[in-house]
């Protein structure tokens, strides 16, 4: 009798969120994060600038390509623009977020996907560059858990925190991020013995030591099966993107997907403010970071980590002051400096859309 043998394999929902670059953005940016990051695979979730109520066209290959489960839609589009994306796009679910001065910005999702605890198993499994178990998860309590860091590149659900304090308590601990005039009012949201960083640059300084903290980023982006560009041009360096426009934090986000898919859950891209590159303690700590946990390289052998440095805001003469100090203090990152015009412009060309 022929036997026929199925395979398959569970995968995240794919989530494309539609953004209107408007006095809203950068609020609206602010809730998908918070969102995405506590979602397993949400951080390959999809942003997708609008105008006139319709996806730029430098999108509209990528969207299609991407072949979202849900769009979400924080622009309002006409009846035309709807069915449009029904019969183009074919998404099971098509849902609208209206924004006033009263409306809850974070996104209201039709359905519950896995949250980013039900990977803590997996990410507390020995690592490639550590053979060591157990994971420190960051979350963030009081003025840092606003920090514009915090909000872009580590995520601040209180499950997660929930969930190592309970039944996921063997695979890892939390790292709390509390700044030390805020921990006294703050003392009802942290347990006994638990570890702590001040302020971000303390919090790079840690991270830099223990290879084994993670951001619940990292978590979003672990073991997932996901949408995958993998561009060698793309994805042989470390992405430092500076800037604080919703332009730069959406070539941030999208950035994600050029990067190789076995590099999930390793530290591979940060969005900052031209602001903190400015400050010396957090200039120095994250050189430290990128000397400890930067692996990034061109994908063979021993070859020496890369960043880069990109932005759409700020011109190649902006950049370039932070590429030294960065560069002398960090020793093995290779910052190779890219103009805003090459990273930052929405082209034609999807494969370069960001």
Known sequence: MEQLEVLSRSRPVRIAFFVSLDEHANAVLDAIFRCAFSLWGGRFSMIVPCADGAPLPSYQRWLKAFDADLIYSYVKMSEAQEAHIHE???????????????????????????????????????????????????????????????????????????????????????????????????????????????????????????????????????????????????????????????????????????????????????????????????LSALAGFLSRRNHVNEGYGNAPPRASLLSVSLTVEQLTPFRGPTQGASKVADLQLRASHFAGSLHSDSRSAF
């Open 88 to 282: 183009d796009l074919y998404p099971s679910e098509l849902t609208y977020h209206p924004i006033d001065d009263d409306t809850r910005l974070r996104p209201d999702l039709p359905f519950g996907p896995l949250g980013v605890a039900t990977v803590l198993p997996w990410a507390s499994l020995p690592h490639r560059f550590d053979q060591a178990r157990g994971v420190r998860v960051i979350h963030a309590l009081g003025t840092q858990a606003n920090h514009s860091f915090v909000v872009n590149n580590c995520g601040t659900d209180f499950q997660v925190l929930n969930a190592l304090r309970a039944r996921f308590a063997p695979y890892g601990e939390p790292l709390i991020l509390v700044e030390p005039d805020e921990q006294q009012r703050l003392r009802g949201h942290i347990r006994d013995g638990e570890a702590m960083a001040l302020d971000v640059p303390t919090l790079l300084q840690t991270m830099a030591a223990h290879p084994r903290d993670r951001t619940q980023a990292d978590l979003s982006a672990t073991a997932s099966a996901r949408f995958c560009l993998e561009d060698h041009k793309w994805g042989r360096s470390f992405h430092l993107v500076v800037g604080n426009t919703p332009a730069d934090r959406i070539l941030y986000w999208n950035m994600r997907a050029y990067v190789p898919a076995w590099r999930d859950g390793d530290a591979v891209d940060l969005c900052v403010s031209p602001e903190d590159l400015g400050n010396e303690a957090f």
